[in-house]
């Protein structure tokens, strides 16, 4: 059995020694990179070879890939890289991989061609100043089979035991068994669907309540699928922490009814939740485990290796037992764990980790994404940006040496596009060329700093740094599918400022190569209706499958009713409170126990709680606050006992609005007094004018269908087992609409009150 990997794998793997060292970044964007490349190929012969496909084997290894370039002429292997700074600030590892990438592609274009020696060359390009550097060595054949024997073998062992773990790993997957007795109701439909989607190589969209185990329902037929559709990878992808708490679960179940030793997950997690050293830059002279950290690495990443589940604090362990970064090792990591469990943006945002590897070495991967309708808002702020201008301000004030002259450049451009704006916003879809290019010299003297002295950089001049480059990236994207717009606002002693945001409205273009790059992804949640404004938001192929699982519960078990009498309109607010408050006391008269009551603000909140108190003051309360951090979350959920009494009052669409889980008596129902819609401002009528003039159905895409989402899942607290009992008031005149009830889940019946 011969084991595969890419050149760039192999050298990553065999040839990184000393220091972690992050200084000689940001590199150029993909896009960046891709047109330089083209930039210095256009540069060269006619007989130019470009992107020269090679292969070669290693006892059983076989390694393959691309070269950027072959110059016959000169007889001459070129690696191509694209950069930004002074070249001699690069770390000598940096350096020391390219040599390495250069070298094997260099022994394996000698095998192909019979050739007796070749140049090698390093070719840098600075995408700024398009300048280029040739740095070149002269090797014979026999020289760079050694070295290609050399990093082989240090490549080989860790290899074998890769192939013999994957080997392992499919028998065991293949006798894998489901961890109860029977699957639950609508539980077998999905695992069904989902083998079937991903052995036809198809998308899927599966709309599924709680209560029927989806997070099982999914990761257990794709752990079946993987040997027979010879997948690499699973990627479980969450928004939020709880969703890899119950696929960590959900595996740890598998685990137990048929034990998979040689199953490797890993749980990735924010670096600055993982950082050990939040004080310190990521280079060996700041952080003590940057320092040394690829020396140390190999025996890190054979102990993680022999763990099979490396959930958050097992990389830990690892990591701090071998004197390495945890982070840096998670990223290591990801090219050796069969399931990993990440955020969306590890996938789905512009430099994401795990699609880069996919691409890279082409693995076939399965994509499962949990609480899929957050991805239409996660996706829109992976590929947005802003800048603030008092920032700026604050900025010039410290006068950095070298950039106030780039930086009052920039403010000019700046005030020069709202000089003539009157309203306080304004949109457009054209992009500020001037204030980009004044953008760009900032970015590049910035950048210049950076790498002469990384460590004496003002943390507001890095922080500018930062959303400066994030926002010249998003410029590179802008299409119709972009709003660019303007806020002014008054800042001290009346001036006018203004924040410049770049929003992306609909991301289907950015995402949706990401959906087809994969075996197969599919989306998964209680909430994907309309079918349709999911398929179009987000990009999925024209023949992605669809599923609705019908709801385990029994319309019983719900009490749905519709307060129509009640308007929650903002003109009509100061009119409802009355009302709302002798509904919900009516109610908790009627059947004392744990409620929550859902509003549209925490202003409205603070009022109808106000009121309840002042009315009722014996009626126990506690209120979800702004900014609450996680140590109150858990607080405020802390409340809801087995057999408890009081209101819980939070905001539609916040932290408990979806994703929580109080079964039984811990919370017998709720109370929704608001539509849910999105605040009607000048920037959501833009997204309505934008999605009107692509859909045709403006307001329901802006407004109707995230409004309606938000109520269901907060609905969806009340009942979450079979045997749950439960009541929901939906408070508005809206909710009697038809086009709104046609939104509810198919299992309700709905009551007017």
Known sequence: MSYSVAVRALCEFSAKVGDLDLRFTPSPTAQEGIAGHRRVVARRADDYQAEVALEGHYESLRVRGRADGYDPQLNRLEEIKTHRGELARQPDNHRQLHWAQAKVYAWLLCQARQLAEVEVALVYLDVDSDRQTVISEQHTAAELQRFFALQCQRFLAWAQMQEQRLAERDQGLQALSFPYPQFRQGQRQLAETLYKAVSTGRCLMAQASTGIGKTLGTLFPLLKAMAPQRLDKLYFLTAKTPGRALALDALRQIDQATPQPALRTLELIARDKACEHPGSACHGESCPLAKGFYDRLPGAREAAGARPLLDRQALREVALEHHVCPYYLGQEMARWADVLIADYNYYFDAHALLFGLAQANQWRVSVLVDEAHNLVERGRGMYSASLDQGQLQALRQSKPEGLVSALDRLNRQWNALYKDQHAPYQASERLPDGLLSALQQCIGLIQERLNQAPAQVDPLLLQFFHQALQFSRVAELFDEHFIFDISQRNGPRKRRLATLCLRNVVPARLLGPRMSAARSVTLFSATLSPRHFYADLLGMPGDTAWLEVAAPFKAEQLDVRIVSQVSTRYQHRQASLAPIVEL??????????????????????????????????????????????????????????????????????????????????????????????????????????????????????????????????????????????????????????????????????????
Do not use: C, H
Request: no cysteine; aromatic share 14%; glycine share 12%.
């Open 584 to 753: 919900i006391a009516e109610q908790y008269r009627n059947r004392p126990g744990n409620y929550l009551a859902f509003f549209s603000s925490f202003e409205y909140l603070q009022q109808v709680a106000g009121l309840l108190a002042e009315r009722y003051p014996e009626l126990p309360r506690w209120e979800q606050a702004a900014g609450m951090d996680e140590a109150a979350r858990e607080a405020f959920l802390a409340r809801f006992v087995p057999d408890g009494q009081g209101i819980g009052f939070a905001v539609l669409g916040g932290a408990f609005g979806e994703g929580v889980d109080l079964p039984g008596t811990r919370l017998i129902g709720a109370f929704v007094a608001t539509l849910g819609l999105p605040q009607v401002n000048p920037i959501n009528e833009q997204f309505k004018q934008r999605l009107g003039r692509q859909f045709g159905a403006g307001f329901d895409y802006a407004y109707l269908y995230p409004g309606v989402r938000k109520v269901i899942q907060a609905a969806g607290r009340v009942i979450r087992g079979d045997d749950d009992r439960g009541v929901l008031l939906l408070i508005d005149e809206r909710f009697a609409e038809p086009r709104v009830q046609q939104m509810f889940p198919a299992w309700w019946q709905t009551a007017s009150q």
